[in-house]
């Protein structure tokens, strides 16, 4: 199809043409060990930290023996929890001192997993994004301790941030907007629903994800690829949609309108799909990839039926390479291993007691739906 031509060679000249930042954190999202996080916050910011969601307190962070000073810290996501109990947190290294970072990191998440007891789901759809050849967060797995105690195991996620966009686009390409999909709302229908990096210190335009929007919504059936194609990177969407089908990521952008990342990268000017919060993927191994999506795109693209046969396409390419049920059992496996070697604390035999409890399921769940998505010869 002209279509998926035009979009895999400019998908190519983008990548080819721009030179990858140097990567210097893969040992902090080695998957291979399990990571220790000490996190240190004084007793006058303690407060301020269990009661507000955005601004950071002062922090050090100790990082597989690696002290980091001048952090800051908030709890992540929309509701406060005890610190008592198991906050998710968002670290930022150089919020309080310039020049910090974390082997060239500036942020990384800590997320408590409290909707996953597997703590294996987003490295899970991160590897097969990975396989895909879509940029997504690195995922790896921590035991931490705040204040000197024990908070248990965490998921460590890679921050989409400039130092993501400098990695995956080029030093030279990472100033484009960068848009947030709270949920759950259609940038079709709301553009300022969408959270812009960065909008008022910058002067940022939202003008690029209007006209995108005004195409998808006013295009006729017969000039929507060749419309969507001056602004979209069309080739990466549809790999994309076809990964949240093949995963049964629900609670993404196009079953739910929630959890995904748009860049407007500076090398072609076209807009790029990003995934994020896949911490519910294969929950429900019987998800069907022809489940009707609630977002406009996706919508006019299954409506469409030269649009809906290259999305058949990218499902049965990607179920016969990205999802691969070996990898996806070796990494549990060596998650598995890896989470084991724990120390001792309350919360993290809590952790362990539920990854066991559960872990089963999950393999079950991988072995089921690779007999299910397998391509029709």
Known sequence: MRYRLASILLVSWAFTGCTAAEDTA??????????????TVDA????ELATDLDERVPCTVVYDGERVPGSGIRQKGNTLVDLDDKPSFSVKFDEFDDTADLHGLNKILLNN??????????????DMHARAGIPAARVAHAQVTFNGVDKGIYVVVEAIDGDFLRLHFGEEHAEGNLYEGPCCGDFVDDVEHMELEDETKDGRSRDDLRALAQIIEETPDTALAAALEQRLDLGRFMKSYALE??????????????????YNNPATGLLVFMPHGMDRILED?????ETTPVTRLPLRIRAIPALDAWFHAELAE???????ASALHAAIDQAASVLHTAGPGAQA??????????VGALRDIVTTRTDAIAPTP
Request: charged share 25%.
């Open 26 to 39: 893969e040992v902090v999202f080695d998957p291979a060990r399990l990571h220790e996080v000490e996190i």
């Open 285 to 289: 191994p019987a998800f069907d990839p």
């Open 318 to 324: 990607l179920a016969g390479s990205a999802w691969s």
């Open 44 to 47: 006058a910011y303690l407060d």
């Open 349 to 358: 035999s809590k952790d362990l007691a539920d990854f066991d409890e559960h």
């Open 245 to 262: 089908a093949l995963l049964g990521h629900w609670d993404g952008f196009a079953f739910r309108a929630n959890n995904h990342y748009i």
């Open 113 to 126: 997993s409290k909707q996953d007891s597997t703590f294996l789901r987003a490295r899970l759809g991160a």
